[in-house]
């Protein structure tokens, strides 16, 4: 199993950033994909989510309006288009696939990619 982000940077206060996470050893159309993410002494937190078939979406408060998530699976891949960046969108974003079945959760984690809103 491997979900691999990238997209990550540096970028300034009002930019926009792109993350992409492509996964591969699993039944990727099955999983609900999700964005999150950690700041330093912070907990993690959900930034996006989107069902297995891409119907339904759920946002943090605080990216709520500004970012986007997506998926394509006939790729393999789920996105999260960031707008407006603000310094505190600051933090390590984590990929994660999640799937629920007959009582049993299946989950699995990307290695995270830095996102850093700076001037």
């Known amino acids: 199993v491997q979900l691999v982000e990238s997209g990550g940077g540096l970028v300034q206060p009002g930019g926009s950033l792109r993350l992409s996470c492509v996964v591969s050893?699993?039944?990727?159309?099955?999983?609900?994909m999700s964005w999150y993410r950690q700041a330093p002494g912070k907990e993690r937190e959900l930034v996006a989510a989107?069902?297995?078939?891409?119907?339904?979406?759920n946002y943090g408060d605080s990216t709520k309006g500004r970012f986007t998530i997506s998926r394509d699976n006939a790729k393999n891949t789920v996105y999260l288009q960031m707008d407006s960046l603000k310094p505190e969108d600051t933090a390590v974003y984590y990929c994660?696939?999640?799937?629920?079945?007959?009582?049993?959760?299946?989950?699995?984690w990307g290695q995270g990619t830095q996102v850093t809103v700076s001037s």
């Open positions: 994660n696939a999640l799937l629920n079945r007959s009582g049993n959760k299946f989950t699995y």
């Open positions: 989107m069902t297995s078939a891409g119907g339904s979406t």
């Open positions: 050893g699993f039944t990727f159309s099955s999983y609900v």
